[in-house]
Each structure stands twice: as structure tokens, then as C-alpha cells.
């Protein structure tokens, strides 16, 4: 099989899936023309992440590895989910195929990006060296494909 | 299961099976062999030879065995550029939308010094015969342009562009995989002097082809050996295998038009049906289309998780969506006919055979717009198109 069981059952079943109206953050990388969108919302209290959402336009393991990331950094603090690398997401999925590593690159973007746009609009500072400009997600699977 | 992807592969036939079984067990025999065991191998080569030769039109002398469309296409194309480089002709004329078998030989002959015009196939996913005659010129030593596409399944005038070939005296060859069982061919009506076709995609065994080269055309060995096929491609012959391939293959002739009649009238129920779902686009003429081939855009998904979604209702499906072609680009074909990347992204290519039921289709149809309507709910895309943020491309 193409995925593994944890991968198909977190596309099969994502959770925290769907649109959250009063975000704190909303984090949004990827790109159409690349096949994988992955937008992720947080709501933050006392530097806790108290709830996420996501919604995602991609294959299965786009789907898969935003859905478990929302998973691993609930009710976590702020700190913590900024630590989640795209590894991490890879390893919790039980594998992923190596064409697909991309999507658990961009589930941590996602992250990222969402609390960068919390501390933005709630006027915190933060280390901007944490994130890389611009559209990565398809310069990594650029990346990743030359190494194939 | 119900199988839809038969542009990718089909249902071996009882009747072709029950024909290859000799082959498999007591008929072992070598064909090359004098002993009766291996002549009567030679016997079922030689029937099959001119069966499929009848089938097509042409002579047992042109139809050369291969191991499937993809050695066809190769041999067919580096054949040509080979005889077009001894007269200093090294143009090749074809269309953006080719198999990759054709597309990345042809590559190979440009980073060899050939020059390729490939030809533009619009939105409707046909040519423009002036397109093509005005491309050729005096260096012109091959075209080679697909019969039917692979994936939006749209029919090339074929008879019109072999006859252009033919009054410029320019070799023509045509990848006829998806054609062959599924349409008329005839080769001279058509004036066709190279065709490839693949048993697999007409209920015959895979692993097993043909390359139909007109007489005095002088074939490039891809596989030096024996003498098998005149000399032109070594190696033991697949007796079970073709045999199996000129089962299915008389077969196919014989059912055309039933099969296509029962095809077409589910391929437009799916056409008409699924065309209903907001913002989606079928790919390829209407009318000018394999009768077994669907292929729609839906704007705000993807193909891969659709495809998975599909499957987990039971359907056999095929996209054109990058993640499952396994590389960064949707389909070239889709990106040919002009869709852009985000829209290529999200299509569904459903391909029927005889054996697709009314039944199974309804099913469908009752299936693909609800895994559409879960995929956009959860797609920021279609949030945004939704939203008023994006413009609606379909």
C-alpha cells in the first residue's frame, strides 16, 4: 500500500478538520499550482494552544499530516508546538513515502505560520529567523525530488 | 469493485485466457525449435501473426512482436530518425500531448541533435491539420501522433493526417494503444505506415504488442538476437501471449460497435450527470472522444484524495493530479489543453469497458459528487473561490 494505516486513518478520519471563526492565528502555506494548500487556524490563552483547525487542499498525506499535527500540538504551549519538525509529523504517521516528505514539511510550516500571525497581530515579539520567506513548500519538493 | 481505469489497464478475457492456457502448460515448445512440439508453437504464432494482421489490414510481414506500446513506440520512432538521418532529414513532427514513450524518445533524439515541432492540440485536445502541414518541411522524416490519448481519450483525424504524410512523402506513425479494439483501424484506408498497440488495453495479457511497420520500411533493433521477427527484435516469442493478444484482439473487432454503442450511452450519462457538479469541466471534445473515456476537472480539490476516497467506496478511478503521477506537474496533457496547474490538480479520469454496467455507473454518479462536496469543505481553496477572494476558474 501507498500509506501506511495511521496515514489512511487520519485521511480517512482528520481531525479538528474545518473553518474557526475567531483565530487568534491563521497560518497559510503552500501553493495551488503545487497541488497542497495547507491553512491552519489556533486559538491561543495564557500561551497555551487551547484549540486548532486546519483545512487542506492536497493528496492524502497533505491531509494526513495536517490533520495529526493539529493533534500533536493541542493544548500544548506555544514554545512546544513551534519545536514540532516535520520528522516528528513523519514518525507519529508511522512513515511516510518518500515522495510525500514535502507534506509533513509544509504541516510544519502551517504551524509556524499561524503562530507567527498570532504574534503579529497581538504585537509580539518573536524570532523571525524561525521562518523561512516566501512559498517554501515547493522549493522543498524541488529539493527533495533531486535527491530521489 | 467496480473498475473504471481501463485506459490504464483491462480485464484479461475468459476467451483470451482459455486461449493462452495451451501455452502455459503442454504447448512449451520453443517456436524456433524443428521438433513438432516447437512447431506447433510456430503453428500459433503464424495464426496469430495473420490474425491481427486481418484485424488491422495489413500483412502477416508487417506485424512485429513486441513486449508491449512502450518497445513500439521506441522502436517505431528510433527507426525513422535512423533512416531519415541517412537521407539528412532529422525533423520529426508530433503533438504536445504523446504517451511519455514517445515524448522522452523524442527527447533523446533532440539531445542527439534531431529537431522536434510538437504540435499544439487546443482545447478540445485535437490538432489542426494546416498546424501540421505547414510543420513539415524538406528535413521532415517522421510524424508520429497519437491515434486516441491516454487520458481525455480525444481522436485525432488520422486518415486526414496520413494522407498529408503520404502526399509529402513523410513516414507517419501512429501510437494507436488506446485505439486498437476500441475503434476502426485500418491502416491503408488510413494511411498508416507505423502503428504501436498494447493487448492489455483490449482484454488481452500484458507483457506483449506490436509494432505494425509498412512493408520495406527497414526497422532499428532495439534487441539484438535471434532471428525471430525477421531478424528485427531477438528473444523467444511470447507464444501464450500472443496468442492471447489475437484472441482478444479478434474479439474486440468483432464486438466493436455493440461495446461502443453501450459505451458511449454510459459515458454520456456520466458526462451529463457529473457535468451538473458547480464548477467542473470535462476535458477533451465532447463528441471526438474514446466512447469508453471520462476525464473531468473539479476546481478546489485534488485527484490523489479523491482517488483514495473513491477507492474507499469501491471505485477504481485514475487522475491526473501530480501526486499521482509522482512527479512536481499536473498531467501534460491536461497542462496541453490549456488547464492551469491548480485546476489540472483536481481531475478524475474514469475509463468504462464492456463489462461497466448501468448499475455500476449510477453508483458513480451517485458517489463522486458527495466526495467532491467532503473535499472542498475542508479545501481552503474552494474556501477562497467560495468567498469571493479567488475568481471561479470553471
Known sequence: ?148 | MIYLDNAGTTELSKSALDAMMPYLTREYGNASSLHSSGQRSKEALETAREDIAKCLNASPREIYFTSGGSESDNQAILSAAELGAKKNKKHIISSKFEHHAVLHTLKKLEKQGYKVTYLDVYENGIIHLDDLESAITEETCLVTIMFANNEIGTIQPIKEIGEICRKHGVLFHTDAVQAVGHINVDVKDQCIDMLSLSAHKFHGPKGIGVLYAKQGILLTNLIEGGAQERGRRGGTENIAGIVGMAQALKDAVKELDEVSKQETKLRDKLIESLGKIPHSSLNGDAKLRLSNNFNMCFEGIEGESLLLLLDDAGICASSGSACTSGSLDPSHVLLAIGRPHEVAHGSLRLTLSKYTTEEEIDYVIKKVPEVVEYLRKMSPVWDELEKGKKQHIL
Do not use: Q, W
Request: some cysteine.
Open chain 1, 1 to 148: 500500500m501507498l500509506y501506511s494505516e495511521k496515514v489512511m486513518d487520519h485521511f480517512r478520519n482528520p481531525r479538528n478538520v474545518g473553518e474557526m471563526e475567531d483565530a487568534d492565528g491563521i497560518g497559510e502555506v503552500g501553493n495551488a499550482k503545487c497541488g497542497d494548500i495547507m491553512r491552519m487556524y489556533i486559538k491561543v490563552k495564557d500561551n497555551i494552544i487551547t484549540d486548532v483547525k486546519f483545512m487542506t487542499f492536497g493528496c492524502g498525506s497533505a491531509i494526513a499530516t495536517s490533520s495529526i499535527a493539529t493533534e500533536m500540538i493541542k493544548g500544548k504551549p506555544i514554545n512546544e508546538a513551534l519545536e514540532l519538525s516535520n520528522k516528528a509529523v513523519v514518525e507519529a504517521l508511522g512513515g511516510l513515502p518518500a515522495h510525500k516528505i514535502h507534506c509533513s514539511v509544509l504541516a510544519e510550516e502551517a504551524v509556524k505560520a499561524a503562530v507567527k500571525d498570532y504574534y503579529e497581530k497581538h504585537n509580539i515579539d518573536y524570532d523571525k529567523s524561525l521562518y523561512c520567506v516566501g512559498d517554501c513548500p515547493c522549493a522543498h519538493e524541488h529539493d527533495h525530488i533531486e535527491e530521489e
